[in-house]
């Protein structure tokens, strides 16, 4: 992404220079818009070729390999199956945009109603885990860059490593062993105790929030309990890529002429290091955080299915398990889209901040 | 030595084969002062080493079930325990490490070229081919690559095969950004020009002095994702679309153990660790290889 803003940004300010700032922005606002259509285009382009290579006929599977050939032709005309391959792509975008995902076997309800029903649970445990992962790993990356090569710093890249080398699944399953079995310090698999199912009626689908509305406190603090696992297991993974790019932005700033200023003025070094070098690489890091935030959505498919989290991760590996391909390209493209949304925000956000790149 | 040292960092070699060598001196002997690197380079070493003479190294055999030693913890006679069929699970996991090595090869040989290729195509032409290779590349970039894998494996049915291909499938577009950056760095430079002028077609430019020249930081960002793809696999695996029982596949193993994880939490951990170091071997060497290889690429990742 960052690649991205360095590339085009010269070209369009040097296209749109002449022209008035408000023209400008009209341009760069229609040029971001037309690149994010083309993205989702693109997206639903890769899930209609995904759903093409099948090899089970969706025809066979509704008439039955039994059935005479006069009733397959039927039923395959029906399905749409006989016209050409781009009029099926463009009926396929119009049952998507108004919001047709089809039906899905595993559950006999619409995609997009399920999807709606399991994704707030997926959003409530990645938003702690970012959380987490920014407190932690922003402070981790920036003493790493103050004491670079020290023992500290090497530790903390190491942890950073790990981040790319423990699989999530893992992770999950050895936190449960020994965070909830041994030490019984947090709750068990699940969003809430089996007897505290469905008191709460969901209003937004987060169950904090849901809590909270109701008032019932013994809920919030169970589900925070049951939250809290998944959620650091989650977030350990976001905390070793923040760390690791904070360590580097800061690295950058850190060899500039104007850090060294500082020091020989006489300026205390955690100033130098917090008001100096840390505020220019704010901005930066909002990218790198939203990435990192789209990265938990996926990465939660893992530890859903390791805590038994009804999110859409956890959807999506039922679905799979039972080749429920409507559930599956359902799940793809929302997963898909909401990661593309929070890179494009993060990118617009940059832009909108960084005085060089407005 | 001296000698054979003094001919390897010859400033002036006097052909293509010394200056070869001198460079892979120099990279050799760079790596060799950053000790995660080594340390990386160790457990790849091992790593290969264990699955080219696994049935040595093995104390049991992966698949034969004893039922009379289920879930028997690490002692002597099996060092990391014995699974829910009496199997001996070090014995798995070293027979394992063939599996994820055929992995990341097949991934890295299918996958890299192909980046390769539309890489250098995009960034040589430019123009309407370089907007279109790229506008692909950038859709699939934006796309999040486990669940892109998951799709695909279950549209192609569960399978390790598969899981290859759908790892491929994901990988590629990371290697195509790079070998564009690369090959408009090259593509104006005077020995190019040159080889132009001496009437070699595009092909011949192509094939003959831009695609080398990608090699460095292409093996660099390879040997980055590598333990990406093994995580991937591993999760494949793990859900049961990756490898396919019995195979001793780490991460279809962690899965089997995920019933016993409370009590014989060997079963599970076991195989995780492998992973766990693997994975930490390539990025350690990945590290070194791009700190040596690529050095103003710095700690973007």
Same mark, same amino acid.
């Given at each position: 992404m960052a690649n991205n803003n360095t590339t085009t940004a010269p070209a369009q300010t040097r296209r749109a220079g002449a022209q008035s700032p408000g023209r400008r922005r009209l341009f760069s606002l229609l040029g971001f818009l037309v690149t994010l259509g083309v993205t989702f285009i693109g997206l639903l382009a890769i899930t209609f070729f995904i759903g093409r290579i099948v090899p089970i006929d969706p025809v066979l599977a509704v008439v039955g390999d039994r059935a005479p050939v006069a009733v397959y032709?039927?039923?395959?005309?029906?399905?749409? %199956?006989?016209?050409?391959?781009?009029?099926?792509?463009?009926?396929?975008?119009?049952?998507?945009?108004?919001?047709?995902?089809?039906?899905?076997?595993?559950?006999? #309800?619409?995609?997009?109603?399920?999807?709606?029903?399991?994704?707030?649970?997926?959003?409530?445990?990645?938003?702690?885990?970012?959380?987490?992962?920014?407190?932690?790993?922003?402070?981790?990356?920036?003493?790493?860059?103050?004491?670079?090569?020290?023992?500290?710093?090497?530790?903390?890249?190491?942890?950073?490593?790990?981040?790319?080398?423990?699989?999530?699944?893992?992770?999950?399953?050895?936190?449960?062993?020994?965070?909830?079995? #041994?030490? #019984?310090?947090?709750?068990?698999?699940?969003?809430?105790?089996?007897?505290?199912?469905?008191?709460?009626?969901?209003?937004?689908?987060?169950?904090?929030?849901?809590?909270?509305?109701?008032?019932?406190?013994?809920?919030?603090?169970?589900?925070?309990?049951? %939250?809290?696992?998944?959620?650091?297991?989650?977030?350990?993974?976001?905390?070793?890529?923040?760390?690791?790019?904070?360590?580097?932005?800061?690295?950058?700033? %850190?060899?500039?002429?104007y850090v060294t200023t500082a020091r020989v003025k006489g300026v205390p070094e955690r100033l130098v290091i917090w008001r100096h070098a840390f505020r220019p690489i704010r901005v930066p890091l909002i990218t790198v955080i939203g990435l990192s935030y789209a990265g938990l959505l996926e990465g939660s498919v893992m530890i859903e299915t390791i805590f038994s989290w009804p999110g859409i991760g956890n959807y999506l590996t039922v679905a799979l398990l039972n080749a429920d391909m409507a559930a599956v390209l359902g799940s793809t493209l929302v997963i898909g889209a909401v990661f593309i949304g929070i890179n494009k925000i993060s990118d617009v956000l940059y832009r909108m901040l960084d005085p060089r790149a407005r | 030595m001296t000698t054979l040292r003094d001919w390897l960092i010859d400033d002036s070699p006097a052909s293509p084969m010394q200056a070869r060598l001198g460079r892979f001196y120099r990279i050799f002997g760079a790596l060799m002062h950053n000790p995660l690197a080594v340390v990386g380079a160790i457990i790849i070493l091992v790593l290969v080493l264990t699955a080219l003479f696994a049935p040595w190294i093995a104390t049991h055999d992966p698949l034969r079930q004893a039922l009379g030693e289920r879930l028997l913890p690490p002692s002597a006679a099996h060092w990391m325990g014995t699974d829910e069929l009496g199997r001996d699970i070090w014995s798995r996991v070293v027979y394992?490490?063939?599996?994820?090595?055929?992995?990341?090869?097949?991934?890295?040989?299918?996958?890299?070229?192909?980046?390769?290729?539309?890489?250098?195509?995009?960034?040589?032409?430019?123009?309407?081919?370089?907007?279109?290779?790229?506008?692909i590349t950038d859709i699939f970039l934006s796309l999040p690559k486990l669940i892109l894998a998951l799709a695909f494996v279950a549209a192609l049915g569960p399978g390790i095969e598969n899981a290859i291909i759908a790892i491929a499938i994901t990988s590629w577009p990371g290697y195509a950004r790079v070998a564009r950056a690369e090959t408009l760095t090259f593509k104006n430079s005077e020995f190019i020009s040159a080889v132009r002028l001496l009437g070699a077609s595009s092909l011949r430019v192509n094939l003959g002095h831009v695609l080398?020249?990608?090699?460095?930081?292409?093996?660099?960002?390879?040997?980055?994702?590598?333990?990406?793809?093994?995580?991937?696999?591993?999760?494949?695996?793990?859900?049961?679309?990756?490898?396919?029982?019995?195979?001793?596949?780490?991460?279809?193993?962690?899965?089997?153990?995920?019933?016993?994880?409370?009590?014989?939490?060997?079963?599970?951990?076991?195989?995780?660790?492998?992973i766990i170091l693997v994975s930490l071997g390539f990025c350690f060497l990945g590290d070194g290889l791009r700190d040596v290889l690529d050095p103003k690429s710095g700690e973007q990742r």
């Open positions: 032709e039927r039923v395959r005309e029906e399905m749409g %199956l006989d016209r050409p391959l781009a009029a099926q792509f463009v009926s396929y975008v119009g049952d998507v945009v108004t919001g047709n995902f089809g039906t899905a076997v595993s559950t006999g #309800k619409p995609v997009i109603e399920d999807l709606a029903r399991v994704f707030p649970a997926t959003l409530e445990m990645a938003t702690l885990g970012i959380i987490l992962g920014v407190l932690i790993g922003v402070p981790l990356g920036v003493i790493a860059a103050s004491r670079r090569g020290s023992w500290l710093d090497q530790g903390i890249r190491v942890v950073g490593l790990l981040g790319y080398s423990v699989p999530a699944f893992w992770l999950g399953l050895v936190g449960l062993a020994v965070f909830y079995a #041994k030490l #019984k310090w947090v709750g068990g698999p699940g969003r809430v105790d089996i007897f505290y199912d469905g008191v709460v009626t969901p209003i937004t689908g987060l169950i904090l929030v849901d809590s909270i509305i109701a008032g019932d406190w013994e809920i919030f603090r169970n589900a925070v309990w049951h %939250l809290i696992l998944p959620a650091s297991c989650l977030g350990f993974f976001s905390l070793a890529y923040i760390a690791r790019m904070t360590r580097s932005f800061m690295l950058d700033q %850190l060899s500039q002429e | 394992g490490a063939r599996i994820t090595l055929a992995i990341v090869t097949l991934v890295a040989v299918l996958a890299a070229p192909a980046g390769l290729v539309i890489g250098v195509a995009a960034g040589y032409f430019g123009g309407w081919v370089d907007r279109i290779l790229m506008g080398p020249l990608c090699t460095s930081s292409m093996i660099v960002r390879v040997t980055l994702d590598m333990a990406g793809i093994i995580l991937t696999a591993a999760g494949l695996g793990f859900i049961g679309l990756g490898a396919q029982p019995p195979l001793p596949e780490w991460g279809a193993m962690i899965s089997r153990g995920r019933s016993f994880i409370l009590d014989q939490w060997w079963v599970a951990t076991m195989p995780g660790f492998a």
